[in-house]
């Protein structure tokens, strides 16, 4: 009998974009290579972890959320970094908004709400 492990969504949503590198021996994954650094601090969350993390975001330190291929997830990172400001200003469509807590925080979460159709 074959056993089916789903992976978790981060886990998922690298592999589809190719970011997911098992590492350790005999290619069993003992954890996640990241491309760069932050991807490990932030990246697909639902809209409650997402809340929190932009009611903890300074403005001078905002936090960009954009679409992902899950139902009900964001990919949310940190704005001011050299690559999310190239895909912000590249004019990516999966854009959502930058925030941060000095939002009006209500509104912040029906934007994102909207966007997923959540």
């Given at each position: 009998m074959t056993s089916i492990i789903t992976p978790s969504p981060n886990r998922a949503f690298l592999m589809r974009t190719g970011s997911y590198q098992p590492i350790g021996r005999a290619g069993k994954s003992r954890g996640m290579a990241w491309p760069n650094s932050q991807d490990r601090n932030m990246s697909i969350s639902n809209i409650q972890t997402t809340m929190e993390r932009i009611r903890s975001a300074k403005p001078e330190s905002p936090i960009a959320v954009f679409?992902?291929?899950?139902?009900?997830?964001?990919?949310t990172v940190f704005a001011d970094t050299v690559q999310t400001r190239s895909i912000i200003t590249g004019g990516s469509k999966d854009l959502v908004g930058v925030f941060h807590k000095e939002n009006d925080l209500k509104e912040v979460e029906s934007v994102i709400r909207a966007a997923i159709n959540y």
């Open positions: 679409l992902c291929n899950l139902p009900c997830y964001v990919n």
